[in-house]
């Protein structure tokens, strides 16, 4: 390229052709062979000449895309000015259009939107040029958006709402577009391209299923092959349906993730554990009997008896009641002693008040920096405590509400509920949130335990007796005096005593190498006898259970590949089933045993059942539309499954009062006389949205990592019988 006088000219550097004009398209042609505006270079190397094709097919298939846009867009029913003033103009709906199937076209800005139509630029000035007036005027045209952040914002509006409406129409809750699947089911939308057909009813409901479940039977055959590596647990999931039927779920934990097998409609057979019993064995040996570690069920009675001789039919594995729900209820056993029950009564008085008036549930959620004062467990009666630790942790940021002028003229302030919490929250006797922190500091760990059983990401086994040891510990420390701590001691106890006594969370704690190495002295009688249960009942060959016993010397002594300084730091950074499986080569028998007990999950919990049409599955009389209503509830539970893996933690925060949250928080936030009519305004449509801020929520701490290290207390692990207590502190004076 050179100038020549006031013209910018083009050269050939193969052949020296000289291009006086026709810009850089014509020297393409020339470069690329192709006849018509230029003639064809001779010199030009074969690697340049391809080159050149390309970009030239390029400029075609964009040119061709853009005059197809131009059909399409021309074929657009033009909205009413209502709508058009309202949408700060159709433009805005060309651009979503044209951005939702990734074509490559002119920016909006090269669009104009009139009352009878779409019009391309182009054409325009065609118009423009022949009359010698703009028609701009005349044809109504609102105005062209050019810049580039309004008209995003106006693109996202326009496809917002058109996913709204399909979730109104179809009856989703607002949560489904939390689903991992729904930004690439938007991806693949826009990926098709113009004229893409939307799958029918008829497609859904054959070969798009059929398909799913060939993709969800290869996953579990993923899983199938790891469990003979690591063992797995059969989780027995219980609930009772709108129509009151008794539905049991079965599932198999491991490492690898959560799978669904099937769902039965237990209500014949639910008061039997003969029928029970047989239903579990037949699922064992679906899984493959030298697969399973154990089976957790909910733990009535019938279950209990049904349970015990499962294990005394099957040798190798164990039975234990879910870990979750004896948590559950010993929080509602806390809960039900007369002093927390009455600050819980209290502090909802608080919620129930500020989640009915949108006017104070703003003014709360702009004190408290977008957080939300209620704060949805794990479970339902874990939900109170979580609340109140949220209570506790926003304490300064409400008392300043309370105390600040926008609160004094809020008509809300006045009325009988508002008298009320601004009385709590400033807590004029100090009593209110003094109990609140001492309820706080008694439960947090047993919410802790509760947390690590839920958890995808970490086996709880390795770190459920631990646990529980803190919680205890805990509580000890807090109360001091042992007439005190007795009370939930107790209560802890009642609802543990199968598990104090399950072999499987004992041996948990002893192969645990970062609490193992924690402890000086002997490791206490208990947890060693769970351990050798555990060699007895898992592995059936004698010779290799005393090839065990020899490498738990090793152990003990942190011999071999375990006293390397990487084995060492390691403790506290691998996972304890990964710790086993990288430096217990030394060790091979006690390190297969190992892997299998700490790859094991202590219960069922957090499995998101709603919209699932378990009870129609089982309930419809024709058999091959009930075959595939199974099926679609097959691949619908595995599908929620494989998304709690990876369940991004920092997805939006969940609003209490939203369609997910109610069954856990409806203490909470509803009540009989809470909802005031007498002023205008108090609407859902003027809410803020929650956006929390976690810096006024403390650190959140890894659960297993807040466990410490050293378990030297003798009476929790007698479990507070006194004629035990003496010869353990004994024990521990001589070490």
């Known amino acids: ?109 090269r669009l104009l939107v009139n009352r009878e139509g779409v019009t391309s630029v182009r054409s325009m000035d065609r118009r ?22 309004l008209v995003s914002r106006k693109v996202n509006s326009y496809v917002h709402e058109a996913i709204g409406r399909f979730l109104f129409d179809i009856g989703a809750p607002p949560e489904a577009v939390n689903s991992a699947y729904f930004q ?108 399973v570690v154990q089976v957790i069920t909910s733990g009535e009675e019938q279950f209990v008896v049904a349970g015990r001789r499962l294990a005394d039919t099957f040798s190798n594995l164990f039975w234990i009641p879910c870990a979750a729900r004896c948590l559950d209820l010993i929080l509602e056993d806390f809960g039900s002693l007369d002093w927390i029950h009455a600050v819980i009564e209290q502090a909802r008085s608080i919620t129930k008040f500020v989640y009915n008036h949108n006017v104070v549930l703003n003014m709360v959620r702009r004190s408290t920096f977008g957080n939300d004062i209620v704060e949805p467990g794990v479970t339902r009666f874990g939900t109170s405590f979580t609340t109140l630790k949220r209570l506790v942790d926003l304490k300064h940021c409400l008392q300043v509400m309370v105390t600040s002028q926008e609160w004094m003229d809020c008509p809300y302030s006045k009325e009988p509920g508002g008298l009320e919490i601004s009385d709590l929250i400033s807590d004029r006797d100090q009593s209110f949130w ?29 770190f459920i007796y631990a646990g529980m040891y803190r919680a205890k510990e805990a509580i000890k420390k807090e109360l001091v005096k042992r007439e005190e701590y007795m009370v939930y001691w107790n209560i802890i106890d009642q609802r543990w005593e199968q598990h104090w006594n399950f072999p499987l969370h004992a041996a948990g704690f002893y192969l645990n190498p970062k609490i193992f190495y924690s402890i000086e002295g002997d490791i206490h009688n208990s947890i060693q006898s769970g351990m050798y249960d555990c060699i007895e009942r898992m592995v059936p060959d004698t010779k290799v259970q005393d090839k065990i016993m020899k490498e738990i010397i090793s152990y ?52 998101r059942q709603s919209q699932i049409p378990f009870e129609k599955a089982h309930g419809i009389r024709n058999c091959l539309e009930r075959q595939r209503l199974r099926d679609l509830v097959f691949v619908q539970y595995n599908l929620r499954l494989r998304q709690m893996v990876d369940k991004n933690n920092g997805e939006d925060c969940m609003d209490p009062i939203s369609f997910d949250s109610i069954s856990l928080v409806e203490d909470w936030v509803t009540g009989k006389d809470v909802c005031s009519e007498d002023f205008e305004g108090s609407s859902w449509m003027s809410l803020d949205s929650p956006s929390a801020s976690t810096m006024l929520l403390g650190p959140s701490n890894d659960d297993a990592e807040d466990l410490g290290s050293g378990f030297y207390d003798g009476e929790i692990f007698s479990r507070g019988k006194d004629g035990e207590i003496e010869i353990l502190e004994d024990n521990v004076e001589n070490h």
């Open 434 to 462: 003094s109990s609140c922190t001492l309820i706080v500091r008694l439960t947090s760990p047993l919410l802790r335990v509760l947390r690590m059983v839920g958890c995808e990401k970490r086996p709880a086994m390795g």
């Open 1 to 109: 390229m050179f100038k020549s006088g006031d013209r910018i000219q083009l050269k050939c550097i193969y052949c020296s052709k000289l291009f006086r004009g026709g810009g850089i398209h014509r020297i393409k042609e020339h470069l690329a062979g192709q006849k018509g505006n230029a003639s064809t270079c001779l010199r030009v190397p074969p690697d340049v000449r391809g080159l050149m094709q390309q970009s030239l097919d390029g400029v075609v298939v964009k040119k061709r895309n853009r005059q197809k846009l131009d059909e399409e867009i021309t074929n657009i029913t033009p909205p009413q000015d209502g709508d058009v003033d309202s949408l700060g103009g159709t433009q805005s709906d060309v651009n979503n259009a044209v951005q939702l199937v990734g074509v490559s076209v002119e920016p909006i800005s």
């Open 556 to 607: 003990k002594n942190a011999a071999g590949d375990f006293r390397r300084k990487m084995a060492i730091r390691a403790r506290d950074t691998l996972l304890p089933a990964e710790w086993w499986s990288t430096y217990g080569g030394g060790c091979p028998n006690l390190a297969r045993l190992a892997i299998r007990i700490l790859s094991q999950t202590c219960g069922s919990i957090g499995y």
């Open 184 to 291: 690439p089911m938007i991806d693949a939308i826009a990926s098709g391209g113009p004229g893409m057909e939307p799958p029918t009813c008829h497609d859904l409901r054959s070969w798009i299923l059929k398909n799913s479940v060939e993709e969800a039977r290869n996953n579990i055959d993923k899983h199938r092959a790891t469990w003979g590596r690591t063992g797995c647990s059969i989780l027995v999931d219980q609930w009772n349906t709108e129509l009151d039927n008794v539905m049991l779920s079965f599932l198999v934990y491991s490492p690898e993730g959560t799978v669904f097998l099937e769902s039965v409609d237990a209500s014949a057979i639910i008061n039997s554990s003969d029928a029970l019993y047989d239903l579990l064995r037949r699922v064992v040996e679906d899984v493959g009997v030298g697969d």
């Open 128 to 149: 423009k040029r022949g009359r010698g007036k703009s028609s701009w005027s005349s044809h109504g045209v609102h105005g062209v958006c050019n810049g580039g952040a």
